[in-house]
Nanobody, 121 residues
Framework: QVQLVGSGGGLVQSGGSLRLSCAASRSILSIDSMGWYRQAPGKQRDLVATITSAGSTNYADSVKGRFTISRDTAKKTVYLQMNSLKPEDTAVYYC???????????????WGQGTQVTVSS
């Protein structure tokens, strides 16, 4: 069973920076798109950023110019560099990946366990 293990969350002051990482727990056959989503208390889970296997990126308007998504396919890892953080960025951040674990399984979407990011004013 493939797991996505996220790390890097924490408490930071407004204007600060954090870097999130998320890696697959074992070797896998292939990875297509990877991304980050976030969910604030009482709200739905929203897209933050995605990156394709070719490196094309997409960002939510609220984070454009402040957040950068990147990936290291060889390490099966996706990153989210978050700069100029604001209190409204406070949420649980989830990584996801559309991947194929091995020849016996079909491609599927996998989610990380979530990591808390709290930005104080």
């Amino acid at each position: 069973q493939v797991q996505l293990v996220g790390s890097g969350g924490g408490l930071v002051q407004s204007g600060g920076s954090l870097r999130l990482s998320c890696a697959a727990s074992r070797s896998i056959l292939s990875i297509d798109s990877m991304g980050w989503y976030r969910q604030a208390p009482g709200k739905q889970r929203d897209l933050v950023a995605t990156i394709t296997s070719a490196g094309s990126t997409n960002y939510a308007d609220s984070v454009k110019g402040r957040f950068t998504i990147s990936r290291d396919t060889a390490k099966k890892t996706v990153y989210l560099q978050m700069n100029s953080l604001k209190p409204e960025d406070t949420a649980v951040y989830y990584c996801n990946a559309y991947l194929r674990a091995d020849w016996s399984t079909r491609p599927n979407v996998y989610w990380g366990q979530g990591t808390q990011v709290t930005v104080s004013s």
